[in-house]
């Protein structure tokens, strides 16, 4: 196979054709396709391990970063934001997700380690991508993120998904606390009056919010495209009835793990059929995205952007893995940090390089 070497003049223009994107303000980013958003998992609480992610993430450029509606999660997420800004001067946005009803990534997997028999060979530990089940102590739940590939790993059927989404009247007080740059709302067809109710507690919030993210898709429901789009017109109209700026996310492949051309397919196509019924606003992928979803989409118009979540996290964890056995921050560890941030913008770099328009709807 031929390799492509760059020579050190081309290497030096796309470091700085990078720099210049990195630059770009989330707005700017959205209207040109090369917005980029890490999404740390809405029940991830895992809380050096986000501290590092958010450090490193923004460091390598992401325009947003995505994180559980939680006190100890915003606070940990600001930390290494703050890091970030001292280092290069600027930060992401920072955005908390919430859901309007029953979500799968709004829950954890729980199992009472004293009924396992002592000989089992724990298929349970081996489903786990987020290397949450521990040996002795059943599941690391701060670490849990509800992707649910455990449940049905257990031939004794003992793990169990518990729902963690808050409730409507914990929504407000706890936007005015956490003050977030941007809301998600994860919602479903079908939640047309439950996601009026959420928006209502977030402008009780008094919090000038840049962007409502809305998250949906059509796995799990019998629904075709254009009804979905009928549903996200739905919202569209309540969220511009009271002049709240919409962020449409396409979840592709819910939970997917994102590993590969399949996932990452999914969430091209849902784009694709979605793209010319979609109400207005900018269109970014998720579920399902990896590094094989750029291949997938023309040059030109494009979606705004994308969200990478769990292939982001699994490239990292090998790092945040060995630090954390060295009891340290990988931000305070050159010797991890640097691969680590390697790995970060091979991953984000070819968005952030991407300067089509996206297609207007
Ligand atoms: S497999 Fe998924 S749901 Fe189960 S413990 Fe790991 S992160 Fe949690
Ligand atoms: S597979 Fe089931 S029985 Fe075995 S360790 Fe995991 S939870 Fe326990």
């Known amino acids: 196979m031929a390799t492509h070497h760059c020579t050190l003049r081309q290497l030096t223009f796309l470091k700085s054709k990078v720099e210049q994107q990195c630059c770009l303000d989330s707005e700017e980013a959205l209207a040109k396709g090369s917005w980029v958003k890490l999404i740390c998992g809405a029940s991830n609480e895992d809380l050096p391990a986000i501290s590092d992610l958010c450090a490193l993430y923004a460091t390598a450029g992401v325009h947003c970063i995505d994180v559980a509606a939680d006190a100890a999660v915003v606070y940990a997420a600001r930390k290494g934001l703050?890091?970030?800004?001292?280092?290069?001067?600027?930060?992401?946005?920072?955005?908390?997700?919430?859901s309007d009803g029953k979500d799968e990534h709004f829950r954890k997997a729980w199992f009472d380690h004293n009924l396992c028999p002592p000989d089992c060979p724990k298929p349970c530990q081996k489903s786990c991508p987020a290397s949450a089940i521990t040996n002795r102590k059943g599941i690391n739940t701060k670490r849990c993120y509800g992707c649910g590939r455990c449940l049905p790993s257990c031939p004794l059927g003992l793990i169990q998904a518990q729902d963690k989404h808050?409730?409507?009247?914990?929504?407000?007080?706890?936007?005015?606390?956490?003050?977030?740059?941007?809301?998600?709302?994860?919602?479903?067809?079908?939640?047309?009056?439950?996601?009026?109710?959420?928006?209502?507690e977030i402008i009780s919030s008094n919090v000038q919010l840049k962007r409502v993210a809305v998250s949906c898709g059509l796995e799990g429901h019998q629904i075709s495209p254009t009804e979905l789009a009928q549903e996200l017109w739905e919202r569209f109209s309540y969220l511009r009835k009271h002049e709240l700026r919409p962020l449409w996310q396409l979840d592709g492949r819910r939970m997917s793990g994102d590993l590969g051309i399949g996932t990452a397919k999914v969430a091209v196509n849902l784009w694709q059929k979605i793209l010319a019924v979609a109400p207005?606003?900018?269109?970014?992928?998720?579920?399902?995205?990896?590094?094989?979803?750029?291949?997938?989409?023309?040059n030109e118009n494009g979606p705004a952007g994308i969200a990478f979540g769990g292939i982001a996290r699994k490239l990292i964890e090998p790092w945040l893995l060995k630090a954390e056995a060295n009891e340290r921050n990988l931000r305070d560890w050159p010797e991890g940090w640097q691969p680590a941030l390697q790995e970060a913008k091979q991953l984000i770099n070819p968005w952030l390089l991407k300067n089509s328009r996206p297609k207007v709807c």
């Open 82 to 98: 703050d890091w970030c800004e001292e280092f290069q001067g600027s930060r992401p946005w920072l955005m908390i997700s919430l």
């Open 166 to 200: 808050l409730e409507l009247e914990e929504i407000a007080p706890l936007i005015a606390e956490l003050q977030p740059d941007a809301v998600e709302i994860h919602t479903a067809p079908g939640r047309k009056k439950e996601f009026q109710k959420t928006i209502k």
């Open 280 to 298: 207005p606003g900018p269109l970014q992928l998720a579920g399902g995205t990896n590094a094989q979803t750029i291949q997938l989409l023309p």
